[in-house]
C-alpha cells in the first residue's frame, strides 16, 4: 500500500490543522493505521493509532482530548483532526499501516511498515 499524507500548514497557537492520508495499491481496510511524527531534533513519536474496523482508538498522552484520528475505509482515506495546537506539536506528521499484529496502545514504529512521505506542521506564537 502506498501512502500519501496532506494537509499541513502554518498556524498559530489555539488553532486548528486537519490531517488527511490516502492510501492507494491495496484497501486500507486491511490495515491498523496510526500518525507519527518528528520534530527538528527529536526522536519520531507515536501520536494516534486506529483500528481496522475504528473499533480502537488509541493517542499518545499529549495530545489525548485535542487530536482525533479517524477513518474511511471506503474512501480509503485516514484523518487527524488537530485542535488547540501548540508550539510543541509542531512536527512533520507520517502516515502509516501495518498488517500484521499491531498493539495499538503500544504505538511501536516497527509494527507499521508502510509509511508516507510527511506532511510539515508549524505551530508559531
Known amino acids: 500500500v502506498q501512502l500519501q499524507a496532506s494537509g499541513g500548514g502554518f498556524v498559530q497557537v489555539g488553532g486548528s490543522l486537519r490531517l488527511s492520508c490516502t492510501a492507494s495499491?491495496?484497501?486500507?481496510?486491511?490495515?491498523?493505521t496510526a500518525w507519527f511524527r518528528q520534530a527538528l531534533g527529536k526522536e519520531r513519536e507515536f501520536v494516534a493509532a486506529?483500528?481496522?474496523?475504528?473499533?480502537?482508538?488509541s493517542y499518545a498522552d499529549s495530545v489525548k482530548g485535542r487530536f482525533t484520528i479517524s477513518r474511511d475505509n471506503i474512501k480509503n482515506t485516514m484523518t487527524l483532526q488537530m485542535n488547540s495546537l501548540n508550539t510543541e506539536d509542531t512536527a512533520v506528521y507520517y502516515c502509516?499501516?501495518?498488517?500484521?499484529?499491531?498493539?495499538?496502545?503500544?504505538?511501536?514504529?516497527?509494527?507499521?511498515?508502510?509509511w508516507g512521505q510527511g506532511t510539515l506542521v508549524t505551530v508559531s506564537s
Open positions: 502509516t499501516a501495518g498488517n500484521g499484529i499491531v498493539t495499538l496502545r503500544a504505538g511501536r514504529p516497527s509494527e507499521y511498515p508502510f
Open positions: 495499491g491495496r484497501t486500507l481496510s486491511s490495515y491498523a
Open positions: 486506529i483500528s481496522r474496523n475504528s473499533g480502537v482508538t
